[in-house]
């Protein structure tokens, strides 16, 4: 497809669509924020408030940015595909539009710059994997969380999951316990690999045998408990720095998802996210500046730690598994820190109770909330377990 096809969805959407309740909350919400943005408040305050649910919602500016997209790609149409596609890229990354955003921060005290933009490009990187019950299971590096679920799919590869029934209390406690130590060394280890050197030890088999044994199955633990993938101990050394903050102040709710397996077998699962309300608006672009550098720390020496260039560790965390070989499975969520634990659920639901796709992710569900948040003030709450009402019900 070509981007004139793809973005025009959005391009209508920006012309204006109606309000529902939750946007209504989030724009009321952002209102001290945005005020002291024009170019934001002009946005999501017209007439200035919040629009009321049932009234039009219009994002002119991005509406005019996307638009000039598409004017570039056919101006480059004669070009193949992907060169046209190219010359949008370069438009936006070296061209107006970055200098746009960077004019924008330079008066706003941001710190992106043109140059900033020309010298950003993905990168194609080779995906983390490992192996449970004959799955082969891949997620991305570890300036994401994604590696937390390997790791706590090798721990609980050590318990008879299934013998424990589906969301009994056993089963919670296990998979909770175990999802608390992959979520230390989450908090711990992970951040840009291209900045620092990351232990590949973390995601080993041995490792997992060494760490499982620290699960009480008597008792929570309130401790967060990193081990020592260096020297392949259970536990970090005692003069091991860790980063420790307040009580978190909630998740954000704006990331999606989007899976496709198709008729050759090929698979794609992506977590599209970022610049949440009340992002600030990078003048008349209408384009929302990303709010992911909160997710770095200032702990000297974290391999998350702040530093220019360098990824922050970010929540979003597609997956992809294969069976025999096969393709099999594509699955991620929204959540913030809660996307693993919602998608360890899921995944066990399928391969350990036998659950189609339809009745996995409608199984009830729970959340711990003992890891450091990403979010905000990075707090934590240690002994809270949220646990949907449906438990309650016979037969949940």
Known sequence: M???????PAIELAHGFPVNASLERALTRARPIAERWPSTARI?????????????????????????LVRVE??????????????????FYCGPIAKQISDFCKQAGCLLREGDFAAYHARVEEPLSTTYRGAQVYKCGFWTQ???????LNLLEGFDLKAMKH????????VVEAEKLGYADRDAYHGDPNFSLIAPALLSKDYANIRRPLIDPQKASAAHIPGDPVHMAARAPEHFVRPRYGHRNGEHQD?????VIDHDGDLFSATPSDAWIPAVVAGDTGIPLTQRAQAFVLTPGHPNQLAPH???????????????????????????????????????????FGMNPQEAPE??????????????NHGDQPLILDVEKRFEEPGA
């Open 2 to 8: 070509r981007l004139e096809e793809v973005i025009q």
């Open 44 to 68: 999501y305050l017209p007439r200035g408030r919040a629009p009321k649910e049932g009234e039009i919602f219009v994002e002119a500016d991005l509406a005019r940015t996307f638009q000039t």
């Open 74 to 91: 056919n101006q480059n149409a004669r070009r193949v595909r992907a060169a046209a596609i190219e010359a949008v890229r370069d438009y």
């Open 146 to 152: 994604s590696p937390v679920f390997l790791e706590n």
């Open 167 to 174: 969301n009994s209390a056993d089963y919670v406690h296990t």
């Open 255 to 259: 990331t999606t998802c989007v899976h």
């Open 310 to 352: 360098k990824r922050p560790r970010i929540t979003l965390t597609p997956t992809l598994a294969l069976r025999d070989g096969q393709p099999w499975l594509v699955f991620s969520t929204p959540g913030g820190d809660s996307q693993d634990q919602t998608l360890l659920q899921i995944f066990l639901n399928v391969i350990e």
């Open 363 to 376: 199984a009830p569900r729970f959340d711990s909330e003992a890891m450091y948040s990403t979010f905000n």
